[in-house]
């Protein structure tokens, strides 16, 4: 079946600019989860969703990062007002239930360059 | 969450068994094991998971001892297409947990030579 589907794959934007980045769990799929990967880094977590609620938001770098689900399905994350130390692979997953016990299936990421 | 410390690279060559040890001296009762794979420019790919002794997949074998303070990832008899960061996550809690950030840290890279 589909696997998780994130666009655009690649985005470059201007320092100061808002971008928004979509993510597409496995339908069925309660439990979404949003990563950054920066050059040469592991992955940093940023934020959850369990169905389209988000509890907590202290992960997000900053309060020009937002994030929401709707439908329990589609999420997006909103970066306003961009730095250049934004620029990363901004990585999602989803798994079944919300369970750290479950697999978490992550997407291809979304490339982000900001000049 | 357990804090996990894996070596920062590993060369090998191909045919060869290759062996990552993650060390999580503070994990709890409750905590899995869970390997992944991420080559460059995608996304992370689950390789396994356990809690305790050996687990064996297709892919690669865990091997957690008895204390579990530690982890090895065995990927038997590699080629080139297995060079790629291999990270080690622990946890029990609900990713997100209040107060808690979860971060695979670094992970592993593997070279895999001809």
């Known amino acids: 079946g589909a696997g998780v589907s994130q666009s655009p794959s690649n985005k470059v934007t201007e320092k100061g600019k808002d971008v928004e980045l979509r993510c597409d769990p496995i339908?069925?799929?309660?439990?979404l989860y949003w990563y950054r990967q920066s050059l040469g880094q592991g992955l940093e977590f940023l934020i959850y969703?369990?169905?389209?609620?988000?509890?907590?938001k202290s992960g997000l770098p900053s309060d020009r990062f937002s994030a929401e689900r709707t439908g329990g399905s589609v999420s997006t994350l909103t970066i306003q007002r961009t730095q250049q130390e934004d620029s990363a692979v901004y990585l999602c997953?989803?798994?079944?239930?919300?369970?750290?016990?479950?697999?978490?299936?992550f997407g291809p990421g979304t490339r982000l360059l900001v000049l | 969450l357990a804090k996990t410390t894996q070596p920062i690279s590993m060369d090998s060559y191909e045919g060869q068994e290759v062996n990552i040890t993650c060390s999580h001296n503070?994990?709890?009762?409750?905590?899995?094991i869970t390997w992944y794979q991420q080559f460059p420019s995608q996304g992370p790919r689950f390789i396994i998971q356990?809690?305790?002794t050996k687990v064996t997949n297709e892919v690669a074998s865990l091997f957690i001892p008895a204390d579990r303070k530690s982890s090895t990832l065995s990927l038997p008899r590699v080629s080139l297409s297995d060079t790629a960061v291999y990270y080690c996550?622990?946890?029990?809690?609900?990713?997100?947990?209040?107060?808690?950030?979860?971060?695979f840290g670094g992970g592993t890279r593997v070279l895999v030579k001809p």
């Open positions: 997953a989803s798994s079944p239930h919300w369970s750290p016990q479950e697999t978490q299936y």
């Open positions: 339908s069925g799929h309660t439990a």
């Open positions: 969703f369990q169905g389209n609620s988000a509890p907590d």
């Open positions: 503070n994990i709890a009762t409750n905590d899995y």
């Open positions: 356990g809690y305790k």
């Open positions: 996550l622990v946890g029990d809690r609900p990713i997100g947990a209040a107060g808690n950030k979860l971060t």
